[in-house]
Nanobody, 123 residues
Framework: QAQLVESGGGLVQAGASLKLSCEVSGLTFSRYWGWFRQAPGKEREFVAAIHRDGDTTYYADAVKGRFTISRDNAKNTVYLQMNTLKPEDTADYYC?????????????????WGQGTQVTVDS
């Protein structure tokens, strides 16, 4: 049974940095790993995705240049380094895994999900 556990969220001031981690267990294969976020009253939105080999990444325009997705296959962990955080980055952040290679910006493309970690950016 696949289990994804996020950590690293918290309350920070605008301009600060946070690094989220997603530890994966019980999953034999996931072609891509992704990070999504969901703010109160809003739909879940795509943040970033990375191929399991680490050679291909995708980012939402809102985070491009500020966030970096990475993975460490030896540790079965996916990361999201978030720099220059803004109040509009406040949301619950979820990591997810998918065996597919298309529709990576769509939550419905992902089969495996973590429980989320909260990020609050105070202005």
């Amino acid at each position: 049974q696949a289990q994804l556990v996020e950590s690293g969220g918290g309350l920070v001031q605008a301009g600060a940095s946070l690094k989220l981690s997603c530890e994966v267990s019980g999953l034999t294969f996931s072609r891509y790993w992704g990070w999504f976020r969901q703010a109160p009253g809003k739909e879940r939105e795509f943040v970033a995705a990375i191929h399991r080999d680490g050679d291909t990444t995708y980012y939402a325009d809102a985070v491009k240049g500020r966030f970096t997705i990475s993975r460490d296959n030896a540790k079965n962990t996916v990361y999201l380094q978030m720099n220059t955080l803004k109040p509009e980055d406040t949301a619950d952040y979820y990591c997810a895994g998918t065996p597919y290679s298309s529709g990576l910006n769509l939550p419905r493309s992902y089969l495996y999900w973590g429980q989320g970690t909260q990020v609050t950016v105070d202005s």
